[in-house]
């Protein structure tokens, strides 16, 4: 472009100019008079910078540039949390949140969020309390342990029972399950940081009730059992069975500590899953501590779970680290009321969100997808085929690694070309839409995994959002 086809900046609207247009005025009542005099300013810049270029023919209208800084404003008031639908068929997604919260949690957690709670203050007596009396005679009951406290996550219970009960000592754990359960949590890392010293016993594959026994010391702190939940050795192996596990530390006065990762408080048979060993089934067979996860099969929000002997949870408690890695009434409130839908096992399935859809059948998912099919496809605008296939789902944040579950799914494929381009663009456009739809991209199709919708006109609602000027056009 020559230098006279350049239009002159000082034709630019003013900011004055932009803010009195419709969209103007209603940006400044909707976000402020500030933000919406900064975004102006941000947006006539970007129009300067672009004529300097010679990149415009002709300037943008006052308009014009109310509607582009009303939609950067628009753009930047979107929580970057923000609810997705999660299709990629992983139901305890860590990236995405993990478990979903049943309403009873919500409603609890909300209640919690607006008002004092009678967090740390006994209500009889009217005197100080304890944050975990709320939870206490919960677990209690659920696992079967003499006493129980809770804190931040699993990595901070594993973390402070190691602190507590390992400081300056040994933890004997076997090489068999020296996990890494991603991100930065290695248990010898961990250990170290506890303040623990590592003792490895056997090898990756085998490790026999003579390993433990013979690296038994006056040092020794504790032994660890760690859950191998996120892999599986198969073949030529053997670990020592907790039971046996517990005689050989308890024969020379030290406890056991076992991690279950995700740990279930129910048999996850009764919904079609293999079974998972149960917290109360690792207490019973001899564990002093069992340490697991609140937001993992257990279905609430995030916390950690230190469950077993009186006196050793007595000890964890005094721990000054333990007040460094405590939950909020907010999720204390929710995890109560998680607890409780256990009491009653017949509905749990039903209330438990993270439960209901490990439990939903191919079939149903199937036929959800059948009705789906369609009206996806419309709203794709024939750019693309859409049909419904079988799929796997998985349970996700390391639980049972090797089992899936069948799904259905929509497959949605390019219908012009055999190239990743299109379904890329297609991928990114759903991650804009107002409820951003994730899904996973294999073998040329882009597949929705069913298994974790149950707002289906939400779903299509947020699709028809969809900005099909933004993908590839058939080529
Ligand atoms: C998941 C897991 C952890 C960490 O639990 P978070 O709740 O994610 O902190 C620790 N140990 C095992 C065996 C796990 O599976």
């Known amino acids: 472009m020559d230098a006279e086809a350049r239009p002159s900046l000082r034709d630019l609207p003013s900011v004055d100019q932009v803010l009195r247009t419709p969209a103007g005025a209603h940006a400044a009542a909707r976000f402020g008079r500030a933000p919406a005099t900064g975004a102006i300013r941000a947006a006539l810049d970007e129009v300067r910078a672009c004529v300097l270029a010679g990149q415009l023919a002709a300037l943008p209208s006052a308009d014009h540039v109310a509607a582009a800084a009303a939609d950067a404003l628009e753009r930047g008031a979107r929580s970057s949390l923000r609810p997705v639908f999660n299709l990629t068929g992983t139901v305890l997604h860590t990236n995405l949140g993990r478990a979903l919260l049943a309403e009873e949690a919500v ?67 076997s090489r068999g399950e020296l996990i890494e359960i991603g991100g930065a949590f290695r248990m010898p890392d961990i ?82 899953l293999t079974h998972e060993p149960t917290v109360r089934e690792a207490v019973t067979e001899g564990a002093d501590i069992v340490t697991f996860s609140g937001d993992k099969l257990l279905g609430g929000p995030q916390t950690g779970f230190i469950v077993g002997k009186a006196a050793l949870i007595e000890k964890i408690n005094r721990n000054p680290m333990k007040r460094a890695l405590r939950v909020d009434k907010i999720r204390l409130a929710a995890l109560e009321a998680t607890l409780r839908l256990y009491r009653d096992p017949e509905r749990l399935a039903h209330k438990l969100p993270t439960l209901r859809l490990l439990a939903r059948t191919r079939e149903d998912i199937a036929a959800r997808a059948a009705d789906l099919a369609g009206p996806v496809a419309e709203i794709l605008d024939g750019a693309f085929d859409v049909e419904v296939v079988d799929c796997a789902s998985q349970i996700g944040s390391g639980a049972l690694p090797l089992e ?20 890329n663009a297609l991928a990114s456009a759903l991650r804009e839409l107002p409820v951003p739809i994730i899904g996973r991209i294999t073998e040329g199709a882009l597949l929705l995994d069913l298994r974790c919708l149950e707002d289906e006109a939400g779903f299509i609602d947020s699709l028809d959002h969809i900005d099909l000027a933004h993908r590839a056009g058939p080529s």
């Not at 609890?108 to 709670?117: E, F, I, K, N, Y």
């Not at 996120?230 to 053997?238: A, D, L, M, P, Q």
């Not at 259905?408 to 381009?421: M, Q, T, V």
């Open 191 to 272: 250990m170290a940081r506890a303040g623990v010293k590592l003792v490895e016993v056997g090898t990756t594959n085998r490790t026999h009730p003579r390993d433990y026994a013979g690296a038994l010391t006056p040092e020794t702190g504790l032994v660890l059992k760690v859950h191998t939940s996120n892999y599986r050795i198969e073949g030529f192996t053997k670990e020592v069975p907790g039971r046996e596990l517990a005689e050989i530390a308890h024969a020379r006065g030290v406890p056991l500590v076992n991690d279950l990762g995700s740990g279930t408080l129910v048999d996850l048979s009764r919904i079609g």
């Open 107 to 173: 409603a609890a957690a909300t209640a919690a969020m607006r008002s004092a709670v009678a967090l740390e203050f006994d209500l009889s007596t009217g005197k100080r309390g304890e944050r975990d009396d709320h939870v206490r005679e919960l677990l209690i009951e659920l696992t079967g342990a003499e006493d129980a406290t809770v804190v931040n996550n699993n990595a901070a219970a594993v973390l402070l029972v190691l602190n507590t009960l390992g400081l300056a000592k040994e933890a004997i754990v």
């Open 404 to 423: 899936t579950l069948p799904s259905a799914a929509l497959a949605i494929r390019s219908a012009f070309e055999a190239s990743g381009g299109q379904l």
